[in-house]
């Protein structure tokens, strides 16, 4: 028997999979390619990097900006990771892998071999789906050169959020669900350009958020050529909710294949990395995590390591009101957010941040908004 087998070998499966080994365990993993390089672009704020060596950082920033109706320094160095340097950095020595895909039956039938079984497979394991309504976060990106890419930076080191809404046919009056641009470097003279929708539901079509890139970099005096042969593009959708579905039987969640992810931001790699040397120690102890009852790895249909509790409500509340507030509104909500001491932003977009410091910023958020922008947050909040 096997103290663990994990399915999938993303962050959150590969993290887990390193740290037992490293205490000790006999560990299991079965991904469809085990060998694959990770190919979305992973931010991550420094100072939740934790005990990784500087080699996973491909390229820092020391004060990204978010803009809406201001421009606001975070005054928060922000890195964004290397890979391949970071999935060497979390090896998998003394670990059995196994190349496979595996459905629900399959990954309940890996009881048989450990005495605990995760699923790590992400939040669609069985693949994208047409007219997938779960609300999530959706994204169209180009890197390029840095000179090409200078105009729509507007003198930014990085935009971690630029709300501005040349994005629209009318900016001056712009309609519909609105997006923003991300723009990072990503080292060797590159920068990645990405509009993106936090939140909608359905999420935004990949097309509307390709014009929408292309109008705003155009504006900003971005050649065309360099648009239409960037160096690489980049495609990001990200259920907001998770999976959705209680894990197999006997089978415990983590990452976005459970309640990983963060409601707002989607943001799931800093927790997933963060939750995996807690989860391995406590396997190592022989227990599981307090919350998560020995029973449940029996018969029962449960349960993600991440739980269900107040703070979760509160984002929640937060993504209901991301999913429903109008261009004028969402602006509002944004500026207010960067008018927050830093602290409160950390708390705000932590994955991990408990109800008390949470509540503590979005009221901050709250008492920030002009009348407007409160009534709007309101009924976006808690209208019918």
Not at 197 to 210: D, F, I, N, T, V
Request: include cysteine; proline fraction near 7%.
């Amino acid at each position: 028997m096997f103290d663990l087998a994990i399915a999938g070998l993303g962050p959150a499966g590969r993290a887990l999979a390193s740290a037992a080994a490293a205490r000790g365990l006999a560990v299991l993993v079965v991904a469809p390619h085990p060998d694959a390089r990770w190919s979305p672009t992973y931010g991550i704020w420094a100072d939740e990097l934790g005990n990784l060596p500087d080699a996973v950082v491909r390229a820092s920033v020391g004060n990204p900006e978010l803009r809406a109706h201001g421009v606001h320094g975070l005054r928060r160095p922000y890195a964004i990771l290397d890979n391949s340097a970071l999935q060497a950095a979390l090896p998998l020595a003394g670990v059995e892998v196994r190349a496979g895909t595996l459905d629900d039956t399959g990954l309940a039938a890996l009881r048989r071999e450990a005495r605990v079984v995760v699923d790590a497979r992400g939040a669609r394991p069985e693949g994208r789906f047409l007219d997938d309504p779960a609300p999530a976060q959706t994204a169209y990106g180009v890197v390029l050169d840095a000179d090409a890419a200078a105009p729509a930076l507007s003198g930014a080191e990085a935009l971690l959020m630029d709300f501005r809404t040349d994005w629209a046919e009318d900016a001056d009056h712009p309609t519909g669900r609105p997006t923003f641009l991300y723009a990072v470097p990503l080292g060797a003279g590159a920068v990645l350009l990405e509009e993106t929708c936090l939140a909608a539901a359905p999420g935004l079509p990949l097309e509307e958020l390709k014009a929408r890139l292309h109008r705003r970099l155009l504006r900003r005096g971005v050649d065309e050529s360099a648009l239409l042969r960037p160096a690489e593009r980049e495609i990001v959708r990200i259920p907001m909710r998770g999976r959705g579905s209680r894990p197999a039987p006997g089978v415990l969640a983590v990452g976005t294949a459970g309640r990983g992810g963060h409601l707002v931001t989607g943001y799931s790699v800093a927790h997933s990395l963060r939750t995996a040397g807690r989860l391995a120690d406590a396997l190592a102890a022989g227990r599981l995590p307090r919350g998560v009852r020995r029973n449940a790895l029996a018969n029962r249909p449960r349960r993600t390591v991440d739980r269900v509790g107040p703070a979760d409500l509160l984002r929640e509340a937060g993504l209901r009101a991301l999913l429903r507030l109008d261009v004028a509104g969402t602006l509002d909500l944004f500026d207010a957010f960067g008018r927050l001491p830093r602290a409160d932003q950390a708390a705000f977009l932590s994955r991990d941040a408990s109800a008390a410091p949470l509540a503590r910023a979005m009221w901050g958020m709250f008492v920030r908004l002009p009348n407007a922008g409160r009534r709007e947050l309101i009924r976006a909040t808690l209208g019918a």
